[in-house]
């Protein structure tokens, strides 16, 4: 825990050697991690204008910093996914997705750029928008699973 201890020899014990307070709470690294990944995700939410989610990413961050073991934080920054989507429909525009926005490509493909497949997937459903996943195939494989669970319930 990083506790700056010192060993005393004359009182046959250990000391803190500056002020110290022992965490109220612990968490494993796995545990750490899942409140990291839920605070970055209560963060895009509020980013879409769910204000509610704001400050819920304030105290998940916070958990998981005080909890963590000093570990540098961009150390643990991973590179985004990137999606290649064609609008099929009459409709071009494409403003429900400009958060995720990275490029335009030729006619009506774009470029996105997400970390999570579950809320990138929510958009591109929820934008009412007629589209095609040209790549990765992963995603679009992702996607039909996702959705078939779904339609089992209706």
């Given at each position: 825990?990083?506790?700056?201890?010192?060993?005393?020899?004359?009182?046959?014990?250990?000391?803190?050697?500056?002020?110290y307070?022992?965490?109220?709470?612990?968490?494993?690294?796995?545990?750490?991690?899942?409140v990291?990944?839920?605070?970055?995700?209560?963060?895009?939410?509020?980013?879409?204008?769910?204000?509610?989610?704001?400050?819920?990413?304030?105290?998940?961050?916070?958990?998981?910093?005080?909890?963590?073991?000093g570990?540098d934080?961009?150390?643990?920054?991973?590179?985004?996914?990137?999606?290649?989507?064609?609008?099929?429909?009459?409709?071009?525009?494409?403003?429900?997705?400009?958060?995720?926005?990275?490029?335009?490509?030729?006619?009506?493909?774009?470029?996105?750029?997400?970390?999570?497949?579950?809320?990138?997937?929510?958009?591109?459903i929820?934008?009412?928008l007629?589209?095609?996943?040209?790549?990765?195939?992963?995603?679009?494989?992702?996607?039909?699973?996702?959705?078939?669970?779904?339609?089992?319930?209706?």
């Open positions: 825990m990083n506790a700056p201890l010192l060993y005393c020899a004359r009182k046959r014990g250990y000391r803190y050697e500056k002020e307070v022992l965490p109220s709470f612990f968490l494993s690294e796995s545990e750490r991690e899942t990291r990944l839920l605070a970055r995700q209560s963060k895009e939410l509020s980013s879409f204008g769910y204000g509610k989610y704001e400050g819920q990413a304030e105290i998940l961050s916070r958990i998981a910093a005080e909890s963590g073991n570990k934080e961009s150390a643990m920054t991973r590179e985004p996914y990137i999606a290649e989507i064609e609008m099929t429909g009459g409709r071009t525009s494409a403003a429900p997705l400009e958060y995720f926005l990275c490029g335009k490509a030729e006619g009506h493909t774009f470029t996105y750029a997400f970390f999570d497949p579950d809320i990138f997937i929510s958009v591109l929820a934008g009412g007629d589209f095609r996943i040209i790549k990765p195939n992963w995603l679009r494989a992702y996607m039909k699973e996702r959705l078939s669970g779904i339609l089992k319930f209706l």
